[in-house]
């Protein structure tokens, strides 16, 4: 009977590296490669976490710099109307004061002279030392004069000025807020780059589609660096 030799396939027996099989070298890049595109997706799911949590921030920040200006002016509008309305109040008692005067009636001019405002009278006496039924060149009433002063006035300049600060720090916080949106751009852009890398199996555009990845990665955060945090 004839002897029969029985022989493997060459596929079962060649060692590791050699023949048709896959070697170790290439599954070690490919697996280094599946780890740096996770390692791609891990930190740009976290740039764009402290992004979006930012951008909450400053838009908060905005909202209430804008609702305390909207506050400040309401004050500021309050404060203007209680001057104006004591302007007319000074302007009524002094005319009554000089229509009296006028027509001589010293007791009804006495009591218009009573009833002027405390914060009046500087005014009026200044506006007296200047002898205005005498010199021509006297200012037409006290109102006129640089004494002739209300505190609300002031008050509601203030206001205004305060409201405007305000309006300032929501318009910058509404710039980085926009900022911090502008961001995830890239980041949502390297997102798709290292999540689409894992479905390539041509490995230099791989490779290409990793480093676009990586380097949108570095511009987003070297973007986000320079800007300011709440």
């Known amino acids: 009977m004839p002897h029969v030799h029985n022989h493997a396939p060459h596929e079962l027996t060649a060692p590791p590296g050699h023949g048709g099989g896959r070697s170790g070298a290439p599954d070690r890049r490919e697996r280094v490669l599946e780890l740096y595109a996770i390692l791609l997706l891990a930190l740009t799911t976290l740039a764009t976490a402290w992004s979006g949590y930012q951008a909450a921030r400053w838009s908060g920040e905005q909202a209430q710099s804008f609702a305390r200006a909207s506050t400040m002016r309401i004050k500021a509008q309050a404060q203007s109307t209680l001057a104006g309305q004591l302007r007319i109040d000074d302007l009524v008692m002094f005319n009554g004061w000089l229509d009296a005067r006028e027509a001589g009636d010293r007791e009804l001019a006495a009591i218009y002279r009573r009833r002027f405002r405390p914060a009046f009278e500087p005014a009026f006496e200044a506006w007296m030392a200047e002898r205005p039924f005498t010199s021509r060149s006297t200012v037409p009433g006290p109102l006129y004069m640089p004494e002739y002063r209300l505190a609300e006035t002031a008050r509601s300049a203030e ?28 980041f949502a852009a390297v997102l798709f780059f290292a999540g689409i ?17 990586t380097v949108l990665l570095l511009v987003g955060v070297g973007y986000v660096v320079t800007l300011p945090v709440v």
Do not use: C
Request: hydrophobic share 35%.
């Open 197 to 213: 890398s894992l479905r390539l199996d041509w490995r230099p555009l791989r490779y290409g589609v990793l480093g676009m990845g």
């Open 159 to 186: 206001l205004d000025a305060e409201a405007d600060g305000l309006y300032r720090e929501g318009t910058t916080a509404k710039t980085n807020d926009d900022r911090y949106i502008l961001s995830t751009l890239f």
